[in-house]
C-alpha cells in the first residue's frame, strides 16, 4: 500500500487550515460592496400573513430594501420542490402544499421568513427588521402527528386534506397475514423514534452575487452538493438558466445531511441581488439554525414480528408515521419509504415483510434526511425488536440473532433490497468477544453489590449506502440519477488535479482521495490536489450524502485514473520503444517488465504537453474523465454492543464500555474511518440519551437554543473499543461499502437495549433521559 | 447587539460613579448571562461597567475561620484555589462543576449570585454555609440576600465585593447536571457548622429560587447520615417541572443529592 497509498494512516491534508482558523467559509467571503439580509421570520407556527409595513423600515440608516413574499410571487420565483415522487398505495401521487420561499399569505411554522430586509450591514439589517411590522392573524396550529391525524385537526394545504401527504405500502401483505396465521409467537413494539436538530458546527449560509452586464449569478453557499443546487435553482426555481449561475460550496463545516437542500434563503439571496444590484450575504445563527435547518427522524411507529417455534423470524409487518413538518423539504420524501422500509429485514432472514408508511403534515419544521435517513429508524426498530423478542422467547439476545442471520449471499429481501455479501457472524463474534459478552453476567452481579444496575445491549445493523444506481432510483420515483464523476488534470510538470463531484466537507477527501492516486501512481500526496465544490470547475456532480463518496466518488476517480493511465502508458511505451502492454507503474516510474528501461511519471507527463513525440494520431495532453454509475448499493453492516450503569436513585446512566465491530469493505485511511465512527456513535448516543427537538402543543418550539437542546459532548461519551471485519464490496473495483452514517444507525439501538436489561424494564422512549429512566424504574 | 457604552472600571468607587452617571447601566462581570442576553437584543443597557478587571475584587483568601471569595473572582480560579480547597473543599468542587471550561474561565461568583439564576450553584453554597455577602455599602446575609428568581437585595447600582464564608465543620455538594446547560437540574450543599447547625440548600429545584430543606435538616440534625433521609418527604408541588426533569424528579433529587453531599461530606 505505500506510505501513503491505501490503508494508510495517513494525517489529514487539510486539517492544517481548519486547525488553524485558515479554512475559508462562506461567512468568510467579503464582495465590494456587498449588502447583508436579515430575514424576518413568523413567531407563529401557524397564521395568515394580513399585511407587511415595512414603511418605516425603508427609512432607517443603511436600508436598501425590504422584499416580501408578495414580491417572489410578483415575479414568478419558483416554489420549493420535493424532488423524489411517492405513490400512495391507492396509486395517488403524494399530495404536497406549496412552498414558497417566503410566505406571501400563510405560515405554517415558526420561523418562517416572510420578509427580508437588505441593508448595508448586518446590525443595520437587524435595527431595520424591527421596524417592520406585520400583521398576522393566528390560526389553529397541531404540533404531533397523533394530533394532525385526527379528524377535526386543523388543516395545514388544502392539497393533502387531513394532513396525509400519502399511504404507502411495500412488501406482501398476504404472505405476511399467512405467516403470522401460523406463527408461534409473536412479538409486539411500539416505537419512537425522536426528532433530531441536526446543529452542524457552521450554521447555513449563503452570498449571491449579481453581474448585471453578464446576466450571470455567482452563489457562495453552504453545500453538500453544489450542483445540484444549480440543477434545481436553475430548472425549477426560475433564477437563471445553468450556464448563467456558479454555486460555490467553499470550506462547509458539517452538514450530516442538512445541507443537501435547497433553502429558501439561498433562493431569496439570489432573486435579492438581482433586484438590488448588489451582492447579498445571509449567515445564519444558531436560533435560525433550530428553526430552520431541515429536521431529523421524527417516527411513531408500530412492529409486530412472528417466530416459528424454533425461533426462527417468519413474518414482519410495520406502520409508520413519519412527521414531514410543515413542508416537504427536497428529498424528504424517499427518507421514511425507499431509505427506510426497504431495510426493513435488517441482518435477517425474513421471508415476509409489509410495511405502510404514512407522511403527515404538522406545523413544525421540515424534516428531511439527516446522518442515516431512514436507515437508523429501521435498525433502531429491528434490533429493539429483537431485544425484546429475545426477553420474551427467553433466549439470549445475541444467540436469537445468530439463529436468524443472513448466511448466503448474495440475498434478495422482500423488501427491494439485495444484499451482495457480509459476515454478520463475524461482526456479532468480533464484538462479543471484545467486550467479553461471556463475562458479563458476573460483572453484573458485582455491579448489583454496589448498587449499580449493569445493562448489556446488542445492535446489529446494516445500512444501504454508496447511494445509488441511478436506474433503480429513476424507477422508484427519484428525480436525478446518482451516479459521479471525475477527471484527471495532469500538468505538465506531473503534479495532478483531481476534480470530484463529491463534496468534502469535513470527510477528509482532500486527503483519501489523494491516497488512491499515490496507491496507483507511486507519487507522493503532495503532488496530487483534490477541487471540488465549484460548478465552474468541476463539471457536474451528485455531491455527498449517503455514506456515497468512497464507493461512489472515489471510483469515479478510479475510472478517470485507468483512461489518464493508459494513455500515459502508450506514452511510456513510445518512448522506451517497448510494447504498450510490457509498461507497469512503480513509484512513480512507468517501467518495461523485466528490464532496467523506466520514465518518471512527470517525463510522460511533459511528452504529452510537449507533443514532440507521440504515437502517430494521439492528441496532446493528459486529462481524463469519467461517469461512474454503481451497479447495486454498499451494505455496511456490523455490530455494535454496549455495556453500561444505570444509577437507580437518579436514573443516570454511564457508559462502561463501547464496542463497534464494523464491516466497510475496504478502508481507505483507517485513521479517518475510526474518526467517521466515532462521530456517528455519538450522534447515535446523542439521539438515545440527550437529544430531543421539541414542540409544544401550539408548535412552539421548545429546544431553540443549546440551553434546551441537549447536545452530546466529549464526557457524555465513552472512550470506543472499534475493529473491523471485512468482505470486500463486489460492487465497486475497490470493494469499499462507505462508513459515514454507521455509527449514527446502529448505536441508538444499543445504547436501549442495554438500559432496558439493565432497568428490566422493555418500554423506554428515546431520549432516556435520567428523569424518564427514574420514572421508568419506579412505574408499577 | 445593540448600540451600547463600554467601561473597564479600574475601582470599585470608579464603578459606582459610572453606573451614577448613565440612564441604563449594567455591571458586567463574567458576561456569562448578560452578554448572551445582550447578542440576543434582549437586554439594551445604554453602558456596560466592566468590574472585572478591578484588582481589589479578585482573589481567595482563608483567614482563621472564615474564607473570603472576592466578587470578580473566576470560577476555575475558585475550583483551584488552595485556600478553598483547603478550607471549604465542597465549595471548590462546586466551582469545578460549574457549565463548562469556558463557562468556568469567565464566570464569576459575584456574577452568578447577582443574578441568583434559581440552577445556579452558588446560592446552595452559600445559603447552606450562611455566608455573608458584602457590597460597596454593606455586609448581607445570604438568607437575606436570595429574594426568589433573578431577584436578590441588592439595591440599584450597589455592587457585590467579596463573600465570606464561615468555615463549617463539615460541608458536602451533589449536582444533578441539567443535561443541556449545565446548571443544576438538581443540587444540593448540605453543611454542619462549627458550632452545630445543620444547613441544607437546595438550587434547582424551586421555583422560587435556591431553598433551605427543613425537613432534611432536620432529620440530619437528629443522624447525620445519607441513611437519615431515607424517610423524609419532600413535596413535589412549588418545583420546577421542564423537559429534563419533572417535579416528581426534582424531589426525588433533592433527596438523593442531599444523601450523597451527605456521604461526601463525611
Known amino acids: 500500500m505505500g506510505v501513503e497509498g491505501i490503508g494508510a494512516r495517513v494525517v489529514r491534508k487539510e486539517d492544517k487550515r481548519f486547525i488553524t482558523g485558515k479554512g475559508r467559509y462562506v461567512d468568510d467571503i467579503k464582495l465590494t460592496g456587498m449588502t447583508h439580509a436579515h430575514f424576518i421570520r413568523s413567531p407563529h407556527a401557524h397564521a395568515k400573513v394580513k399585511k407587511i409595513d415595512s414603511s418605516a423600515a425603508l427609512k432607517m440608516p443603511g436600508v436598501v430594501a425590504v422584499l416580501t413574499g408578495q414580491q417572489l410571487v410578483d415575479d414568478k420565483v419558483g416554489n420549493l420542490i420535493c424532488g423524489w415522487a411517492i405513490t400512495s398505495k391507492d396509486g395517488s401521487p403524494m399530495k404536497m402544499g406549496a412552498w414558497p420561499a417566503m410566505a406571501p399569505e400563510t405560515v405554517r411554522f415558526v420561523g418562517q421568513a416572510v420578509a427580508v430586509v437588505i441593508a448595508d450591514s448586518k446590525n443595520l439589517a437587524r435595527d431595520a427588521a424591527e421596524a417592520v411590522v406585520v400583521d398576522y392573524e393566528e390560526l389553529p396550529a397541531v404540533a404531533d402527528m397523533q394530533s394532525a391525524i385526527k379528524a377535526g385537526a386543523p388543516q395545514l394545504h388544502p392539497e393533502a386534506p387531513g394532513n396525509q401527504v400519502y399511504d404507502w405500502v411495500i412488501g406482501d401483505d398476504g404472505a405476511v397475514s399467512a405467516a403470522f396465521s401460523k406463527a408461534a409467537n409473536v412479538v409486539k413494539l411500539d416505537v419512537t423514534n425522536n426528532r433530531l ?66 433553502y429558501p434563503e439561498e433562493m431569496v439571496a439570489l432573486w435579492a441581488s438581482k433586484k438590488v444590484g448588489r451582492p447579498v450575504k445571509w449567515t445564519g445563527d ?30 414482519l409487518k410495520v406502520k409508520t408515521y413519519a412527521n414531514f413538518g410543515a413542508y416537504m423539504s427536497l428529498f424528504s420524501s424517499s427518507v421514511p419509504t425507499y431509505l427506510y422500509a426497504t431495510l426493513l429485514s435488517g441482518q435477517y432472514n425474513i421471508p415476509a415483510i409489509h410495511a405502510e408508511v404514512i407522511g403527515v403534515y404538522t406545523n413544525t419544521t421540515p424534516v428531511d434526511a439527516y446522518r442515516g435517513a431512514g436507515r437508523p429508524e429501521a435498525s433502531y426498530l429491528i434490533e429493539r425488536l429483537m431485544e425484546t423478542a429475545a426477553r420474551q422467547l427467553k433466549v439470549d439476545p445475541a444467540a436469537l440473532r445468530r439463529t436468524n442471520f443472513i448466511t448466503q449471499f448474495p440475498h434478495q429481501t422482500p423488501v427491494i433490497m439485495a444484499y451482495d455479501t457480509g459476515d454478520f457472524n463475524a ?158 507503474i512503480e513509484n512513480g516510474e512507468f517501467k518495461v517488465t523485466g528490464t532496467d528501461k523506466a520514465i518518471a511519471f512527470p517525463m510522460v507527463a511533459l511528452a504529452a504537453y510537449t507533443a514532440h513525440n507521440l504515437p502517430d494520431g494521439m492528441e496532446p495532453g493528459l486529462k481524463e474523465s469519467a461517469f461512474y454509475d454503481p451497479t447495486n448499493f454498499t451494505f455496511p453492516a456490523g455490530t455494535y454492543i454496549c455495556e453500561l450503569e444505570v444509577d437507580p436513585g437518579t436514573g443516570k446512566t454511564s457508559f462502561v464500555n463501547f464496542v463497534a465491530a464494523d464491516d466497510f469493505g ?29 414542540y409544544d402543543a401550539n408548535g412552539q418550539p421548545v429546544t431553540a437554543s443549546f440551553m434546551d437542546y441537549a447536545m452530546p459532548r466529549a464526557d457524555d461519551v465513552p472512550s470506543f473499543n472499534l475493529s473491523h471485519t471485512t468482505t470486500l464490496c463486489p460492487g465497486n473495483p475497490l470493494g469499499i461499502k462507505g462508513c459515514g452514517e454507521a455509527g449514527a444507525i446502529g448505536a441508538s439501538a444499543a445504547v436501549i437495549n442495554a438500559i432496558t436489561d439493565a432497568i428490566g424494564k422493555n418500554n423506554l422512549e428515546m431520549p432516556a433521559t435520567p428523569d424518564r429512566v427514574w420514572r421508568t424504574i419506579n412505574a408499577a | ?139 448581607i446575609a445570604a ?124
Open chain 1, 427 to 584: 461482526s456479532l463474534d468480533a464484538a462479543m468477544k471484545a467486550i467479553d459478552y461471556a463475562g458479563f453476567a458476573n460483572r453484573k452481579a458485582q455491579a448489583k453489590s454496589q448498587g449499580k444496575l449493569r445493562g448489556i445491549g446488542v445492535s446489529c445493523y446494516i445500512e444501504a449506502c454508496g447511494i445509488a444506481p441511478s436506474k433503480a432510483v429513476g424507477s422508484l420515483g427519484a428525480g436525478v440519477g446518482l451516479w459521479e464523476s471525475a477527471e484527471v488534470r495532469v500538468n505538465p510538470v506531473g503534479t495532478i488535479e483531481i476534480l470530484t463531484g463529491s463534496h468534502s466537507h469535513g470527510q477528509g477527501h482532500e486527503t483519501t482521495f489523494c491516497q488512491l492516486v499515490a496507491d496507483r501512481l507511486g507519487v507522493p500526496i503532495s503532488q496530487v490536489s483534490i477541487v471540488h465544490g465549484d460548478t465552474d470547475k468541476v463539471q457536474f456532480g451528485m455531491g455527498t450524502y449517503g455514506s456515497r463518496s468512497a464507493a461512489v466518488g472515489l471510483t469515479a476517480i478510479l475510472k478517470a485514473m485507468e483512461k489518464m493511465e493508459s494513455k500515459a502508458k502508450k506514452i511510456a511505451a513510445h518512448a522506451l520503444e517497448a510494447s504498450e502492454a510490457d509498461i507497469v
Open chain 1, 286 to 315: 444558531r436560533t435560525e439554525a433550530f428553526l430552520t435547518d431541515a429536521h431529523g427522524r421524527d417516527h411513531v411507529t408500530h412492529a409486530e414480528m412472528a417466530f416459528d417455534a424454533n425461533n426462527k423470524i417468519i413474518g
Open chain 2, 1 to 139: 447587539m445593540y448600540q451600547t457604552t463600554y467601561h473597564r472600571a479600574s475601582s470599585v468607587d470608579e464603578a459606582a460613579s459610572l453606573f451614577g452617571k448613565s440612564s441604563e447601566a449594567k455591571f458586567l462581570a463574567g458576561g456569562q448571562t448578560l452578554l448572551p442576553v445582550m447578542k440576543q437584543r434582549l437586554a439594551s443597557p445604554s453602558d456596560v461597567i466592566d468590574l472585572a478587571k478591578i484588582k481589589d475584587m479578585i482573589g481567595v483568601e482563608a483567614s482563621g475561620d472564615t474564607l473570603t471569595i472576592k466578587a470578580a473572582t473566576t470560577h476555575y480560579d475558585v475550583a483551584t484555589s488552595d485556600a478553598a480547597k483547603k478550607a471549604i473543599p465542597a465549595l471548590a468542587y462546586l466551582a469545578s462543576l460549574i457549565g463548562d471550561p469556558a463557562v468556568r474561565y469567565r464566570g464569576t461568583i459575584g456574577g452568578s449570585i447577582a443574578n441568583n439564576d434559581p440552577a445556579a450553584d452558588y446560592p446552595a453554597a452559600l445559603l447552606a454555609l450562611d455566608a455573608t455577602v458584602k457590597t460597596n455599602k454593606r455586609s
Open chain 1, 197 to 262: 436538530a441536526p446543529n452542524a458546527m457552521e450554521p447555513r449560509a449563503a452570498i449571491a452575487d449579481y453581474d448585471a452586464a453578464e446576466e450571470h449569478f455567482t452563489l457562495y453557499t453552504t453545500s453538500q452538493n453544489p450542483h445540484v443546487a444549480r440543477l434545481v435553482l436553475s430548472a425549477f426555481y426560475n433564477i437563471a438558466p445553468e450556464h448563467k449561475l456558479r454555486v460555490i460550496a467553499p470550506d462547509v463545516g458539517g452538514g450530516f445531511g442538512s445541507k443537501i437542500f435547497i
Open chain 1, 666 to 694: 475496504r478502508l481507505i485511511n483507517p485513521m479517518i474511518v475510526e474518526g467517521q465512527v466515532h462521530g456517528g456513535l455519538v450522534q447515535g448516543i446523542g439521539q438515545a440519551l440527550l437529544e430531543h427537538a421539541i
Open chain 2, 143 to 266: 438568607g437575606d440576600f436570595f429574594k426568589g428568581l433573578f431577584t436578590t437585595a441588592l439595591e440599584d447600582g450597589e455592587i457585590i465585593t467579596a463573600v465570606s464564608f464561615p468555615v463549617p465543620a463539615k460541608a458536602g455538594y451533589a449536582k444533578m447536571r441539567h443535561p443541556a446547560s449545565r446548571f443544576a437540574l438538581t443540587a444540593v450543599f448540605v453543611a454542619q457548622t462549627k458550632s452545630g447547625e445543620i444547613r441544607v440548600a437546595a438550587t434547582g429545584a424551586s421555583q422560587s429560587g435556591v431553598m433551605r430543606v427543613g425537613a432534611i435538616e432536620a432529620a440530619l440534625k437528629a443522624n447525620w447520615s445519607p441513611s437519615a433521609i431515607d424517610s423524609v418527604n419532600i413535596p413535589a408541588s412549588g418545583l420546577l417541572a421542564d423537559i429534563h426533569g419533572t417535579a416528581d424528579y426534582r424531589a426525588n433529587l433533592v433527596k438523593v443529592m442531599a444523601q450523597r453531599a451527605v456521604a461526601a461530606a463525611g
